[in-house]
């Protein structure tokens, strides 16, 4: 691997490895640009992954100090734990489902479509499913999606059968195994996905795409790739104009460093690529970088989310299979006849015996918990993600009175679900009850939403510095060498799960620093 000096100011600084900056660093080294990847977790492999559910959470999830304000059941149920994401090289696309999917078309114009929404912060993109068509394909075909460029669908575990027999039986059309970034059979010198059932631990046969092993190690091969793990950002600097000039961070053995830069990209997650920028606020910026709009932080999404299960008279068994291999599709359009603005999907979705005990009703104990758990292996269940409104009071806020072993202020997140979220999930609950009671379930089980791994917003893309923060190439209005490059830069949320998006934003993203960079207009 290359080793690039601290005091080289001609790299690209990219903080975070995960589906944007792993994805990024990829595509600029493939360009023949120096590449300096800071990761704040450690390196593991597919050999190192633990096919335990407690054992690999505490192994890959980002465990450092959080807190949480707002009604938001997960305030309650999970205070120190507001998202479900990871803390390791490749970041959450080493726990990610592999669900990929494109937005359509009306999402990048909600504000017109949807018009005013009392409480609702919404704006349309400025960029268009058009626009974004050649890039969603390169990244379908850059992740090998099932069902695009000539990948077949994944089997059907019986999960998926239960969910498919009750939802034809509605009659729901759009119903299959999804299309995963998950391979159905050999391709780009991985094999097929093996059924383990661990999805969400982290691929131990290499099947799911994960920047880990593909794209950094792509990267790595080129030379121009300087990847360094457990490296803590603390802060990004700039010089007396505004112009961004490296960053600060902690190595391994907790010695402070700086390493100078020509452009710095973040790509944290929508909680830690803010709460990074408020950190590095400054005689200059006040308010932290690129915040002249004062929208950072600020129209935190997470998805509409919730899950149904439901208990059969037989086994079921639907830990065996690959973890998010089934979908319902149909409700994903907006219809406002249903009582609210968006879509949602309907995915199948299973827990291990730990993970059931702690999420299906978090704290509940008793004779119907118990049922339920004694049950576990009749049980079939789906998750339920739709389109979350944003929010200027959804936000990401420094906690000062929290600190973490840096000494840096944690970040607060804060929520309220909007009067359109509680009618969608009600919604997405009654339909999937129907879609088991239609496949003879004898008892169905609504539970709350989970911490989430979808995280958006934050730092979103539009066309005026006024109200947003970068514009439609993740570049920050405010300061022209600093781009955000995760799901930060989201204008508004979608039905889809959200991965698909940020792989597409970054292949878009590199080719326009790449030509930016070549021009020396950054």
């Known amino acids: 691997m290359a080793k690039f000096d601290f005091s080289d100011d001609s790299v690209v600084v990219i903080i975070g490895s995960g589906a944007g900056g792993g994805t990024l660093a990829n595509e600029l080294c493939q360009k023949g640009i120096k590449v300096v990847v800071l990761e704040a977790g450690a390196v593991q492999s597919p050999k190192s992954f633990i096919n335990d559910e407690w054992k690999s959470f505490g192994q890959l999830a980002w465990l450092d100090p959080r807190t949480t304000s707002g009604t938001w059941r997960v305030a309650k149920d999970f205070a120190g734990l507001p998202a479900w994401i990871c803390k390791t090289v490749g970041g959450t696309t080493t726990h990610w489902a592999g669900a990929s999917l494109r937005f359509q078309e ?94 969400f631990q982290g691929c131990k046969s290499g099947a799911k795409w994960s920047t880990l092993y593909t794209e950094l190690p792509k990267a790595e091969s080129t030379g121009n790739l300087d990847l360094r793990p457990e490296s803590h950002v603390s802060k990004i600097e700039h010089d007396d104009k ?117 999420f299906l009703d978090p704290g509940a104990w008793g004779e119907d918990f118990a049922w339920w758990m004694d049950h576990y292996t009749n049980i079939a269940g789906m998750w339920l993600v739709g389109e979350d409104m944003p929010r200027e009071g959804n936000r990401i806020t420094l906690n000062g009175n929290v600190k973490d072993k840096w000494g840096l202020a944690a970040p607060n997140v804060h929520f309220d679900d909007h009067d359109n979220d509680i009618a969608m999930r009600n919604h997405a609950f009654a339909q999937g009850e129907k879609v088991y009671k239609a496949a003879g379930a004898i008892r169905t089980y609504r539970t709350p939403p989970y911490p989430s791994t979808h995280n958006l917003g934050t730092c979103r893309m539009g066309s ?59």
């Open 106 to 199: 009306h999402e990048f114009r909600v504000k017109t479509h949807y018009g005013e929404i009392k409480g609702a912060n919404l704006m349309d993109w400025p960029v268009t499913l058009k626009e974004l068509e050649p890039y969603y394909a390169r990244a379908e075909d850059k992740m090998g999606v099932t069902r695009t460029t000539g990948v077949p669908g994944l089997p059907g575990n019986n999960n998926f059968k239960v969910m498919y027999s009750g939802a034809k039986k509605l009659g729901y059309q759009e119903v299959h195994t999804g299309n995963m970034a998950i391979n159905s059979q050999p391709r780009d010198g991985r094999g097929r996905c093996l059924q383990l059932g661990f999805c």
């Open 242 to 358: 505004g112009k961004v000039t490296g960053v600060v961070y902690f190595d391994k053995a907790g010695k402070e460093q700086r390493q100078k830069a020509r452009i710095v990209c973040v790509a944290g997650n929508s909680i830690e690529t803010p709460r990074l920028l408020l950190l590095s606020a400054s005689a200059m910026f006040k308010d932290g970088l690129a915040n002249s709009s004062g929208q950072v932080g600020r129209n935190y999404m997470r998805h509409m989310t919730g899950s149904v299960y439901a208990a059969f008279k037989n086994p079921v068994n639907m830990y065996r299979g690959t973890t998010m291999a089934g979908i319902i599709r149909d409700e994903a359009a907006h219809n406002p006849k249903r009582g609210f603005a968006g879509g949602y999907e309907m995915e199948t979705l299973a827990l291990g015996v730990p993970f059931m005990a702690a």
């Open 464 to 522: 005026s510095a006024k109200d947003s923060v970068c514009n439609a190439y993740g570049q920050t209005h405010d300061i022209a060498n600093l781009f955000i490059s995760d799901g930060s830069q989201f204008t508004t949320g979608g039905a889809e799960n959200p991965t698909l998006t940020i792989v597409t934003l970054a292949i878009r993203q590199a080719e326009y620093i790449a030509k930016q960079m070549t021009a020396r207009s950054i």
